[in-house]
């Protein structure tokens, strides 16, 4: 047997224990030489080749998930008027696909999923949670209940920071939840509160609006005198009457264990 047939034999012998993989839209695969991460594999630049048997002389690739990750966590905070609370935050995140930001990212966080999981989850919960209680001993017990917009700008503006410089990953958004009170009492009174506000809110909506319709039908009664002008005027109380209403937002909900509750949109 010739040389070039033996060389022949060898090649197809080898390339019949390895497979070609092509990174899935949304993954990247990383290159690893001895271990170390070295280069970046995306589906633009094509596949990799990967040892069937499981064995390899160098390199090694590794998956990489870049899509959109969410993960939940229930926080125990107290108020600025010392109530205590639990409150829940999802954050979503993802990972962006440059080769320095996965190289960065597999070093700190492991090559495999299931290490990067277990690694990056309880870094997270850390952030999350010093975050959220310095945020939730801003506001008393009552302005927490109203909304939790202040909360969610505030982490969202802190997290962000937190996750470009360490954990290698973009924040897509941030939701706090309805705090839940360890004192059921103040949930009850603060339901009460909020639900006198938001009807305050809609009188003052409900007036606004009559006091347009007023208006409205003294503007028709001068028609004749001035069409162009008439039309001018019902343009501007048609924006003041839309404004009105833009103001009262959310939806009382009566019922449950507690009392009345606020539906914030």
Known sequence: MNKQLILTIGIITLLSGCYWRQPAEGT??????????TDVVSPADGGVYEDA??????????????????????????????????????????????????????????????????RRTPVIKSRIEDITRKNTAEFNAYELLISQQGIQKEALKDLEAIF?????????????????????????AGSRVVAAKK??????????????????????ARTFENPKMYALELQKLAIQ?????????????????????????
């Open 164 to 188: 470009t410089s360490q954990m290698h990953a973009k924040i897509e958004s941030v939701v706090v939840g309805k705090p839940d009170f360890i004192d059921d009492g103040i949930e009850v």
């Open 241 to 265: 009457e839309a404004q009105a209403w833009a103001k009262h937002e959310g939806t009382l909900v009566f019922g449950g264990n507690k009392g009345p509750t606020i539906q914030l949109k």
């Open 28 to 37: 990247v695969e990383v290159k690893t030489i001895y271990g170390e991460a």
């Open 53 to 118: 048997y499981g064995w390899h002389w160098r390199d090694d690739y590794y998956e990489v998930n870049l899509r959109a990750k969410t993960e939940t966590f229930s926080v125990s905070a107290s108020s600025k008027d010392n109530a205590g609370l639990t409150i829940p935050i999802s954050i979503t995140y993802s990972i962006p696909g440059t080769k320095e930001n996965v190289i960065a990212y597999v070093k700190k966080f492991g090559l495999t999923e299931e290490e990067r999981k277990q």
């Open 199 to 220: 009807k305050e809110e809609e009188e003052g909506a409900l007036k606004k609006a009559a006091e347009t319709k007023r208006q409205r039908l003294e503007i028709e």
